[in-house]
């Protein structure tokens, strides 16, 4: 199927340690996201990559670091992990610029105890 | 900067009944304008976009149109079904290398 999906789906780690989150899209898309979407469902922005280059780098902490292979994937590693880091993750791609819309994963709930 | 304003919710109605979301923005020059769906446990899902003023976007019938002199791209849907409840997001892009600007989300609860 074409789709952007992105594992794991549920996450759930101690603070203090380090965990991966990865996305992979299949519709030839030349631009791929992170957001944050919080208990309230407020989106929010993290990274942005265009055929591998970053081109989006919201203020987030360093403990964030996105990685994008090739255009067809981008990762998200976070270190030293916190409780405020509880979230749901989507990635997203777009053909351009978010001018045809995004396509997004089904998200990963990260839960840090 | 760019931002996206649309009505709090939680908005609950009855099966059959009318619906409407409003959302307005502020941008730089002409951004395109969408609504996405969110259901329970899943990613947002495009509904319908708008790129121009007076344009209309359309999809499993719901409406908005792009209102350039109000600044506003208000959701409508004629008659809800249960399937309906989700959340409904606003958000507009302003193009180029610009970010999708999101808004807070309205969540629609429809009863039988």
């Known amino acids: 199927d074409t789709a952007v999906s992105q594992t794991p789906k549920y996450l759930v780690t101690q603070m203090g340690n380090d965990k991966s989150i990865k996305c992979e899209q299949n519709l030839g898309h030349d631009t791929m996201y992170w957001y944050k979407q919080d208990s309230k469902k407020f989106l929010k922005i993290m990274f942005s990559?265009?055929?591998?280059?970053?081109?989006i780098n919201e203020t987030v902490p360093n403990r964030f670091s996105p990685k994008s292979p090739d255009k067809a994937h981008l990762n998200l590693h976070i270190n030293s992990l916190e409780l405020g880091d509880s979230a749901v993750y989507f990635c997203?791609?777009?053909?351009?610029?978010?001018?045809?819309?995004?396509?997004f994963g089904s998200g990963t709930r990260l839960t840090v105890v | 900067g760019d931002s996206v304003t649309q009505m709090e919710g939680p908005v609950t109605l009855s099966e059959e009944a009318f619906l409407t979301i409003n959302c307005t923005y502020t941008?730089?020059?002409?951004?395109?304008l969408f609504w996405y769906v969110q259901y329970p446990g899943e990613g947002l899902q495009l509904l319908l976009k708008?790129?121009?003023?007076?344009d209309k976007g359309s999809n499993k019938g719901f409406e908005a149109t792009y209102r350039k002199e109000t600044t506003s791209f208000h959701l409508e849907k004629g008659s809800v079904q249960v399937s309906d409840s989700a959340v409904y997001f606003c958000?507009?892009?302003?193009?180029?290398?610009?970010?999708?600007?999101f808004g807070i989300g309205t969540k629609l609860q429809v009863i039988p």
């Open positions: 990559y265009n055929n591998k280059e970053l081109i």
């Open positions: 941008a730089t020059g002409y951004p395109s």
């Open positions: 997203a791609s777009s053909k351009r610029q978010g001018d045809y819309g995004y396509t």
């Open positions: 958000a507009l892009n302003s193009g180029g290398y610009q970010k999708v600007t």
């Open positions: 708008a790129t121009k003023a007076d």
